[in-house]
C-alpha cells in the first residue's frame, strides 16, 4: 500500500517534469510518459525502472540472478531484463555491466492501475484477473456448487495470518478434485499459481482450469475419465499476502514476511520458490541477503505457505525415489506437479542446479507440453536456482516437477492472456493431468486425437464404427524428441485400460498399415451386450519403441427407439411462419429439420437440456432446461426473428460512410472478399503513437434486439504494446465501450470474428469504430478489416401459438372425437389461453380436458373431445378451435371432424347373375362403392347365406379368387359388402352361378337302368 501512494505522487512528479523542464519525453497520444534513458527516469523520481542489461554468457547471467530474479534472460541476443531501484543500478554498474533503460516496462510498471469504465471486478486495469477475494470466493461457490467431485480444503495460512498484530492474512485454500464415488489409487496433478505475486495470469489460469473442469465433467468425456479415474489438487493463490501487493500495481514478488528485510520495507519478504527443502541454498542459485528478490529465507521451509504446501503433497503424492541427486524415478511413477509462473515461455525441469537423473524421460514430457503451449522446453532453469517447488517434488517423491514460465508479461494484458495464454496452457494442464498416470513413460507414446468427432447414436445391437487419429509427433516444434512410426492401437468400451476386467479391442490401420508416424486408426464396436445409455471408449496407441501413449476416450449412446426420449416440434419463422431448415441442438445431440414443414424430432436420452435452434439469415434462439423423458415425446416449437442488415460493407463500393482518421484508407494490398479492405496504414507500417479510428456512420437499431457484429480482419500488431480495439457506441459516438481487441500476430489467414453487441440492441443512434493505439517503438504492418456487417432482428411479438393435432379426425357416427390442442409460447407469453370451439355439428357436445391453458415452452396441453356424435349424418364438418387471451389478438386453429357411416354395396358384375358351367375357382368382381375401404364377399349354395362356402373379409380391390374348389355342377349364390371404419355395411343384392360338372362320366345306379353296362365272369 505504502509504494502504491508514493506512486501516485510520482506519476505527478513525472507530469511536472515534462511541463516544466521541456526534455525529449516522448507522449503518447496525450496519455503516458515515457523516460528515455536511465538518467532521465531516475531524475524523475522514478523509484523502480526496468533496465537491459548487456550478457554475454552464462556466468554473467549468474552474477545477476543470484541477487535479483531477471524477467527475461536472452543469451541468444545477449541480454536480461531486471527491474531495479537506484542501488539496484549502481550495483549493476558497479558489477560491470552495460545497462539501459527499458522504457516501456519502466512506463508500464510505473503507471498507476485504474479501472477500466466499465471495470467492476478483477484487478484494476486487468478485468480478466479475479483478485485474491473473487479467487476465493470463485473456489468456494465451485465446491459448494459440486459436493462429490470438488472439496475446498485448508491447508494452511499465510504469512500475515501467521504473524501477531499484522494483517488478517489468508488461509490457504485447495481445491481438490475428484469423483468421490469411484475408489481406486489415483494418479495425482499439483498445480499451483501465483507463488510469485506480480504474475497476474498464473492464479486466473489455474482458477479457470478448475471450472473446466468442473463444468466438463460428465460432459467432456476425457475431463469425465480424469476426474473419474485421478485426483486433481488446485491451489489457486499460493501467495495471497504478495499478491494484495501486485493487484495494487507494485511488482511484488515474495511473501510479505516482515522478519525480512523491515517490517514497512518494499523488499521484505522470503521468495517463496527459493525456500523449500530439497537441497536449500546449495547452489548459489539464491540469495541470503534478506532484501533481495531471490531471497531463500531464514531456513529450509522456514515459510508457512512452503510449509503448508509441502505438508500436502507428501501426504497425498507417493514416494517413488530417494532424496538424493542421482537415483532416477522408476517407469511407474505417478504424478504431476505444475508450479505457474510468468513470464518467457518455457517448460523448465528440476534440477535448478544440476540435470536430473530421468532428464531424458523429463525433456519428452517437457516437449509434449511444449506441443501445446508452445513454449520451450529445457533441463533445469535459466540460471542456477535452488529451493524452488519443482525441486523439492521431483526430489523428495520422483513426481515429474515443473515450472512453466507463461506468456510475454508479469502484468500481462488481457487480450493475449484471453486470446493465446489461457487456452493454450488449459490443453497443457489437461495433458498434464493426463500423463500423471505415467508421466516418465506415457508422453513417449503417440496421442490418439478426434475420436468420434459426432456424437453417436445407435440403437441396441448396431455396431459403432470410431475412427480416430495416432500421432507420435505431438511435441514441441523443432526440438529434436524422437518419434516413430505407430505400431498398434486399441479400445476398452466402459471400463478403462487400467481397471481390473479391461478388454482391449484391437484398431486396425486404416490404410491397411501400421507404418507411420500418423495413422488414421478404426475400430468396430459390437453394442449387443451393452445397455441403453451412455457408453465410453477408451482409446490408446502404441509406437515401434513399445510406448504406449496418455489415453483419450469418447462417448457414444445406446438408445432403443421405443423407449428413447424425443423432443420434437416445428422450427418457422416468427416474421411469416414459413418452415425453416434449421439445426436443432441438445448438448451434443443434433438434428436438422424438415425444410418442407419446419418439422424436427431429436432423439436424445432422458434429461434436461438447453435446446436451441438454428438458421440462416435468423437469430439462434434457445430454450433453455427442456425435460425429455424417456417413452415420451416433449413438444418444443421454435420461432425465429430474422436477422436485419443495418450495415453490410464488404468494402467494394467506395467508402458508404467511414469516418476514418489518416491514414485509415481502403486498400488492395488484402482482403477477405476481393479485392478491397480498410487498413490504418496502406502501403507501409503503421506509425510511432497513433491513436486511429474508423467509425461506422450512425446505425438505427431502433425496435431490433440480438445485435452481432461480425467482420473478418488480419492483423500483425507488436505485442504487448500496440492493440487494435473494436468498440460500439449507444451515443452516436460520445461514449465507446471496448468490445473486443487484438495483439500480436494473425496475419496469414483471414479470421472471421462475430461480437454479440446487446449495448446496441434498440439503439438509434449506434456506431462501431476500428480502433489502432500503438507506441513508440516497433512499426508492424497492422490491421486489416473487411466484410463488416451488423445485424439484428425484431423481437418477435410475445403471443402464444395454437397447433392441433390430428388435423382430420375420422369417427363413426356415435363414437368420440379427440383433438390434441398445444398452447405454445412466444416471447415468454405466459397468459391464460381460453380455449373454444365453434362450427361443431348440431346435437354434438364439446369439451376441453384443460380450458384455460397457461403456455409454456415447452408448451402445455389440452384435449378437446366432441361427444354426441350419433345423430350426426355422414360427412366432413370444419371445427375452429379459438384461442383468446388478454395481451393477444387471439389464434384459431381449424381441424375437421369426419363422420364415417356405412359404405352402400358395390354392384357386383362377374360372374353375371345366372351364370352356367363356371369354373371351380371362379374369379369374382364388382364394382368399387363409393366410401368402402375393402370389401366383404360370401357364397352360399343356399340363396339364404345359412351356411357360406367362402366368406372373405377385408379385401382390397375389386376382385377375388378362391384359393379351394367349389363343387362341380352345384348352383351357388354370391353376394358382397363395403367395409369401412364403421365395419361391413347391408349386402349387395345377390347373384347365381352353376360350377360346371366336374366328371366326364357318373353313374350313381340309382336310375336301375344297366343296359349300357356289360358282365364278363371270369
Ligand atoms: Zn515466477
Redesign the pocket.
Known sequence: MVRSVQRTAVVWLIAVAVATAGTAVAVAAGADVVPATVDEALAMGLERIVVRVAVAQAADVRAIASWIEPWEVDLVAGFLIVDVDVLGYQRLLDLGFEVSLDAKRTEKYNRVLKALPDQVEGIPGYPCYRTVEETLAAGQALAAANPGLAEWLDIGDSWEKTAAGGLPGYDLRVLRLTNESIGGDKPDLWVEGA??AR?YTTAETATRFVEHLLANHGVDPDITWLLDHHEIHVLLQTNPDGRKHAEAGESWRKNTNGAYCGTSSPYRGADL?RNFDFYWGCCGGSSSNPCDETFRGASAGSEPETQAIQAYVLANFPDWRPDDLTTPAPPETTGVFIDL??YGGDVLTAFGFQNPPNATGYMTLGRKLGYFNGYNAQLGSLYPVDGSTKDWAYGRLGTAAFTIEMGTDFFEECAPFESTIYPDNLDMLIYAAKAARGPWRLPAGPDVVAPLPLPTVVAPGEPVVVDATANDTRYEVGSGEPTQPIAGAQLFVDIPPWSPGATPIAMVAVDGQFNSTVEQVRATVPTGALGNGRHTVYLQAIDSAGNWGVVSAAFFWVLDPAQAAHIAGDVRSAAGGQPLAATVTAGPFSTASDPGDGSYDLMLPAGSYDVMATADGYAPFTSSNVPAVTGQTTPLDFYLAPYVQVLDDDVEGGNIGWTAQLPWAITTEASSSPTHSWTDSPGTVYAPYLDISLTSPILNLTGLTGTTLEFAHIYDLEAGWDFGYVEVSANGGGSWTTVASYNGVNHTTWETVAIAVPQLDGVATARIRFRLQTDGSVQEDGWHVDDIVVQASVPPAADFTLDATPGTAPICAGDIADYTVSVGAISGFSNPVALAASGNPAGTTVNFTVNPVVPGNPGNESVLTIGNTGGVAGGSYDVTISGTASGSSGHSVQVTLEVVVPAPPPALSAPPNGATGQPLRPEFQWSAATGADAYTLEVDDDAGFGSPAIVETGIVGTSFTPSTDLAGGTTYYWQVRSENLCGAGAASSAFSFTIESSLAFADGFESGDTSAWSVTVP
Do not use: F, Y
Request: glycine share 0%; hydrophobic share 15%; aromatic share 0%.
Open positions: 507463488i510469485h504474475e520458490n509462473h510468468s
